[in-house]
């Protein structure tokens, strides 16, 4: 997918990296790195891109992960909806992922662990990859590039959960239950997480609008490479439905992120940077 950047952005991008490079070599590894950026705003392009470059250039051991390869089962998701809250079977949210996993890993990976695997979730069947084609560690990581859709985010206060943000909240969550949940789960299980993170960057689109452009030329990719299985591909409808259950997430992100990210890439419509 490299290929694909304009000459522009990978300029821009080779430049991070070797930022991330010189911060690297001032302190003891690992260095984790965290980005942030709403669905669709080229979070695994630039993790692919970062640690290809580094891993070419330099000697040293990058890992790139995702939020989304911790994303639990359809089966531990469909006892969350039966246990809290009926919305809770959709991944997404904070609180469809193993956070417990998570934490594990991301210790190791801080302790500079081998021979343990990183998770790898299959987006098109909707379940983790089978143990044995997860991501082995076989060498002590320098730096772990860790982007997700809500990765870094802080929770947000009771006020701002009084008043849904879409139709899917106002129809669906007229209690509030579950984005009180969710926010319990930022505050309580994905916050302490982010003390592993020594650096932040943030993809900021124009708005939460670019999302439903955005996801919908994903979900043609995930199509092209779902060898003939495109059970689990969604049509243009689905993803304006189920781009609701981001947008409360998205839209404090794109009002708070960047006050705390050391880094942040401004997109236009096209994702393309605008400033740096």
């Known amino acids: ?11 821009i991008y080779q430049e ?3 930022k991330l490079i010189s911060i690297s070599k001032k302190q003891v590894p690992p260095l984790f790195v965290g980005i942030n950026g709403c669905q669709g705003s080229g979070k695994s392009t630039l993790a692919k891109f970062l640690s290809d470059t580094i891993k070419n250039d330099h000697d ?3 890992l790139s992960v995702s939020l989304d390869d911790f994303y639990l089962s359809q089966q531990e998701r469909q006892k ?25 890993t991301l210790e190791k990976l801080a302790q500079r662990q081998t021979n343990f695997k990183v998770p790898q979730f299959d987006k098109t069947s909707d379940n983790p990859f089978p143990e044995s084609e997860w991501i082995l560690i076989a060498e002590p990581i320098d730096i772990v590039i860790f982007e997700g859709w809500c990765w870094g985010i802080a929770p947000q206060n009771k006020t701002q959960l009084q008043k849904p943000v879409n139709q899917l909240e106002a129809e669906r969550d007229k209690l509030g239950e579950w984005r009180n949940y969710i926010n319990n789960q930022i505050q309580t299980h994905y916050q302490p997480l982010y003390r592993y993170f020594n650096h932040w960057l943030f993809l900021k689109a124009p708005s939460f609008d670019c999302v439903y452009k955005w996801r919908l030329e994903q979900e043609k990719h995930l199509a092209s490479t ?28 794109l009002a708070t992120f960047s006050e705390q990210a050391d880094t942040t890439f401004y997109l236009d419509k096209k994702r393309q940077i605008t400033l740096s």
């Open 1 to 11: 997918m490299n290929s694909r950047l304009d000459p522009k952005t990978k300029n």
């Open 16 to 18: 991070y990296a070797q």
């Open 60 to 62: 040293l051991k990058v």
């Open 80 to 104: 969350l909806s039966h246990d809290i809250h009926p919305l809770l079977k959709t991944r997404g949210v904070p609180g469809t992922h193993n956070v417990e996993l998570m934490k594990n």
């Open 226 to 253: 779902a060898n003939g299985d495109e059970t689990s591909i969604m049509s243009a409808g689905e993803i304006r439905q189920f781009i609701q259950y981001f947008q409360r997430i998205t839209e404090h992100a």
